[in-house]
């Protein structure tokens, strides 16, 4: 008898299936090594997979969903409490297969090539930014031993250009300092490459564009959420959807009595982090924009700069999902801000 449910689950070179008739009793049981899996499912009817949403996980779930299976991804933390005992793949794999038929699961959309490539341009970005941080951070340092001191900030690499150049310095710590400067310009050409990368599609998708309208969401976040959010629909409300990214405070309750603590950070890290450095900006020009100023200088008035700041991470994520499932501008919806 053929599955109707199967339970995939994912590595690099070799996969464990466990599939489930109607009736819930177990009729499959295999290992499939990575080029034999397409050839598998390729022969089996049309059924529910479900899979953890790791690596990998959108890549065959395109596959699969174009041999005509339903696939649906699964966070890995919610498959985990369906894991019996012990932990091998076909233990993994029965859970997976048990935990997608919950009613109350929750899945992740399969996101598309195009998505995965917008987010790849971002990810690279990311890593760049990091290693250019780490590079300055290094020949200020370094120059520091020296009695060369520049201020702080990636602006200021002129200045650390300057004193390498000018300073008093033996040799070998001039020829070191070149080098990282080098690494520096040719990492700062690179960054520059992908954000034009980056405002050519911002450019050209108009949802993009309208995200654009709100305050502390610029061209990176904006993309980001495109490429990140497939469907808006998926989350009830734009609570949901600030909780999926990690921007609400952590619950912790018992016998009716609820203590809430600092926020979840669940969800997408590089999303809530974007929001964050948005939500900073806006609470440090907050005078600038009349529509947020008497909302969040009431707050300040009560609370500490940080957490209005993710107060109004918060608030900007509410605002995104209203957008993206409403339609319109920031400019053009009066959505209760102030």
Not at 290 to 297: I, K, M, Q, R, S
Request: charge should be positive.
């Amino acid at each position: 008898m053929h599955p109707t449910i199967i339970g995939l689950d994912l590595a690099k070179h070799v996969f464990q299936a466990h599939g489930v008739d109607a009736a819930g009793k177990a009729v499959l049981r295999k290992k499939l090594r990575r080029s034999e899996l397409i050839a598998f499912f390729a022969k089996l009817p049309s059924c529910v997979v479900g899979i953890e949403a790791c690596g990998t996980a959108h890549y065959w779930g395109r596959e699969l969903t174009a041999l005509g299976h339903q696939v649906k991804l699964m966070p890995a933390a919610y498959v985990k409490p369906y894991v019996k005992r012990g932990k091998n793949d076909e233990v993994d794999a029965e859970a997976i297969c048990e935990a997608v038929t919950r009613p109350t699961m929750r899945f992740v959309p399969v996101k598309s090539a195009e998505q995965q490539s917008i987010l790849m341009r971002h990810r690279t970005r990311d890593l760049f930014v990091r290693q250019r941080t780490m590079l300055v951070n290094s020949l200020r340092g370094q120059l520091a031993e020296f009695g060369l001191i520049a201020p702080k900030g990636v602006w200021r690499v002129p200045e650390l250009e300057a004193l390498a150049q000018e300073g008093e310095l033996p040799e070998p710590a001039r020829a070191c300092a070149e080098l990282l400067l080098m690494q520096i310009e040719d990492l700062q050409s690179k960054i520059k490459a992908i954000e034009r990368t980056i405002l050519a599609r911002h450019r050209a998708n108009e949802l993009s564009l309208r995200l654009a309208t709100i305050p502390g969401v610029g061209i990176i976040t904006a993309t980001a959420l495109v490429a990140t959010v497939a469907n808006a629909s998926a989350f009830k409300s734009g609570r949901h959807f600030a909780a999926w990214i990690g921007l609400v405070p952590r619950q912790n309750g018992s016998g009716g009595k609820m203590t809430l603590g600092g926020i979840s950070k669940k969800g997408e890290p590089y999303l809530r982090r974007l929001l964050v450095l948005g939500a900073t900006a806006v609470v440090r020009y907050v005078r600038n924009k009349p529509e947020l100023a008497g909302w969040v200088n009431a707050l300040l008035a009560r609370r500490p700069a940080r957490v209005v700041t993710v107060a109004v991470a918060n608030k900007l994520a509410r605002i995104v999902w209203a957008i993206m499932q409403r339609g319109g501008t920031f400019r053009e919806r009066p959505f209760g801000i102030a």
